[in-house]
């Protein structure tokens, strides 16, 4: 996670140019399912671990949220939360997820979209977020689906004239660093299993209370021809877990 990348000049350029950034939330393929995972935010205290450019941390406040955390390793990346997404309750922080420290018991609800697939240890992180939750605290995230990332390259195998074949899935029991292609830069992720997720938590104690692999919805398949592929393979995991 420490690799920053999002500060590049070139690459965060061709970030901002994404649906998603460039429409929040109802730009992300899979917010239709995310949405209805997210719990009460009435009077509650929120961390958004990996928060990019705040947009989730907009709608838990829009939302009845008492006070937001959002932390992101990115400068330039809050510097967008904060001239977009700067709202009162929302206090922005400079950090390494690995670095991040609280208190026991200090927020109703973390929340992670798109971010654990960048670091090395997500037992650590589990670990972690139990600990920071207060009890019936929700725990709601977003990876990266580990059939996307198990091959690497995260890639279609394409036959002589162009046409997506398939969606290689090599070495999936192999975790660990993956070396693969995003935005115009070469960048490190990790895999892990969907294994490794489920029974992380459930050894720190979490309840499970629900996993989707999210497709596209009918608006989606309409707007962007585009998306009719991420009905060939699972491209995210969404998980709803309790303390």
């Known amino acids: 996670m420490k690799e920053n990348k999002y500060d ?80 009162e309750g929302i206090e922005y922080e400079r950090k390494a997820l690995e670095d991040v420290r609280y208190p026991t018991e200090k927020f109703d609800i973390i929340l992670s979209s798109l971010t654990f697939h960048y670091i090395e240890s997500f037992d650590v992180m589990a670990q972690n977020i139990y600990q920071w939750l207060k009890p019936n605290g929700h725990f709601v995230f977003s990876v990266e689906h580990p059939v996307f990332t198990a091959q690497g390259n995260q890639d279609w195998t394409y036959a ?36 490794t997720y489920m029974n992380s938590l459930l050894q720190q104690g979490f309840r499970i209370k629900e996993v989707i692999e999210p497709q596209p919805n009918d608006t989606m398949l309409e707007e962007f021809s585009e998306m009719k592929d991420e009905l060939r393979r699972p491209m995210m995991l969404l998980i709803s877990a309790e303390k």
């Not at 838990?60 to 937001?68: C, H, L, M």
């Not at 162009?162 to 290689?168: A, E, T, V, Y």
């Not at 029991?173 to 294994?195: C, M, P, Q, S, W």
Request: charged residues 30%.
């Open 160 to 195: 002589e004239d162009g046409k997506k074949l398939h969606w290689p899935v090599d070495n999936y029991f192999a975790e660990g660093k993956r070396n693969t292609h995003f935005l115009g830069e070469d960048i490190v992720k990790y895999h892990r299993t969907l294994t």
């Open 8 to 87: 590049s000049l070139s690459f965060f350029n061709q970030y901002e140019k994404m649906l998603r950034s460039q429409k929040g939330l109802e730009g992300a393929g899979e917010w239709h399912a995310l949405q209805k995972m997210l719990p009460d935010f009435t009077g509650k205290t929120m961390l958004d671990l990996g928060c990019g450019f705040g947009w989730h941390c907009r709608y838990a406040i829009e939302n009845g949220a008492k006070s937001v955390t959002g932390i992101d390793l990115s400068e330039k990346m809050l510097e967008k939360a904060r001239e977009i997404n700067h709202l």
